[in-house]
């Protein structure tokens, strides 16, 4: 499959490197070792609440690595990541890894597609997968770049030696839709880590042409704004920003103010690290995903050591943000003065009214979807390829 949507358009200035994963069985074999070594806590009231509320539980982990140790099959998951084009470039000393499907359509449009924590570049395989069973290269109506934003799986970490954040980010997203010949515009899609990225694009950097989102962190309703003129539907998707916002950020204002602490911890242990992502696989989800799919993502961050790299953003996108501009981020104070897309799904985490979205940017797209989470990308692809179909086709200038 990967073969016929892997040639780079012509106007592409640079060649990269074809990348296939290939962990080696010394990983593999070192991973499963840990996980019959790793203790699981004793019992204790808070660990034996079926229902999760205090996190998950002794059954839930216990299970999950048996489940790891038994039954998962690295190889079948590498794969299915080496059935789309990936590849590997260097900007500003990094490396950057991509996964793509290139058209062979000179009006096809480029769109880069972002992820977010603790997801990253396979959250959207199951669109690509659609994408590529619907066209051609030769009908493909995008080129689809996905690329793994720094300190996720195969990038490079930011850089040792300096602070690193979401507008450097950007501009290295930026420089690779313009080093693949789309310096003259591409549109962003980003949910998560992704969504904050995507906005910094649609404000500042001229070659981002629209945004389509599937998040918008706020914390509090826009200036001049109230919840009394809200839908009953609208009231639950604010009541749920606001439980989250109580009971649900302790794991980001960890990675935010104590980054290195939770970096080492989770690095230590993969059911550590099991039991802190699959949380979020667990609780920010409309329906169950499959626990293989949950084994995958986990598998993923630990065998290329992602966690303690990747969570540097936190500390611009949380309420203890120590950075100049973090809290502003948050409020989504950055207007985007360029088509804006939304796409909203009830079980995100901060599923907030279309009134209050409007606010953040010229709104001329917006979907309100009756199923769906956090993870738009994995758990309603058909949904959100359909919004960024749309979208695109309503805002992109021939």
Request: include cysteine.
């Amino acid at each position: 499959m990967s073969a016929p949507f892997g040639k780079l358009p012509s106007s592409a200035s640079i060649s990269p490197t074809p990348f296939t994963v290939s962990i080696p069985d010394e990983q593999l074999n070192d991973l499963k070792t840990l996980l019959r070594l790793s203790k699981i806590a004793p019992p204790t009231y808070e660990n034996l609440q079926s229902d999760g509320r205090f996190g998950v539980t002794s059954e839930w982990l216990s299970s999950m690595r048996e489940k790891w140790v038994s039954e998962f099959d690295w190889r079948t998951f590498e794969a299915r990541m080496n059935s789309f084009p990936q590849f590997t470039t260097e900007i500003e000393g990094l490396t950057v890894h991509f996964a793509a499907l290139f058209s062979q359509r000179e009006d096809a449009v480029p769109i880069a597609l972002l992820h977010g924590w603790p997801g990253n570049f396979v959250e959207f395989y199951p669109i690509l997968q659609l994408f590529s069973e619907e066209y051609s290269p030769e009908t493909l109506p995008f080129h689809l770049i996905v690329p793994s934003l720094p300190g996720y799986t195969f990038s490079s970490g930011p850089p040792l030696d300096r602070d690193f954040g979401l507008v450097d980010i950007a501009r290295v997203v930026d420089q690779l839709m313009k080093d693949l010949g789309f310096g003259s515009g591409y549109v962003i899609q980003g949910g998560d880590i992704g969504s904050f990225v995507g906005r910094v694009l649609g404000v500042s950097f001229d070659a981002c042409k629209a945004v389509h989102l599937n998040l918008c962190a706020m914390r509090a309703p826009p200036e001049g704004l109230s919840t009394e003129s809200l839908t009953a539907a609208e009231k639950e998707g604010v009541a749920r920003m606001e439980k989250f916002m109580t009971n649900g950020l302790a794991y980001a204002l960890e990675h935010s103010t104590r980054p290195s602490t939770i970096g080492h911890v989770l690095s230590s242990s993969p059911i550590a690290l099991l039991a802190w992502v699959g949380e979020k696989y667990l609780q920010w989800v409309d329906e169950p995903l499959p626990s293989t799919t949950i084994l995958e993502m986990v598998s993923l961050y630990w065998l290329t050591e992602s966690f303690p790299r990747a969570i540097y953003s936190y500390r611009e996108t949380t309420p203890t943000a120590s950075v100049p501009n973090g809290a502003t981020m948050l409020q989504n104070e950055l207007y985007i003065h360029k088509p804006f897309g939304f796409s909203f799904f009830p079980k995100d985490l901060c599923p907030v009214p279309r009134s209050w979205i409007a606010t953040t940017g010229d709104l001329v797209f917006f979907q309100d979807h009756s199923e769906g989470g956090h993870f738009a990308a994995l758990e309603r692809p058909r949904e959100l390829k359909a919004d960024l179909t749309a979208f695109v086709e309503q805002v992109w200038q021939k």
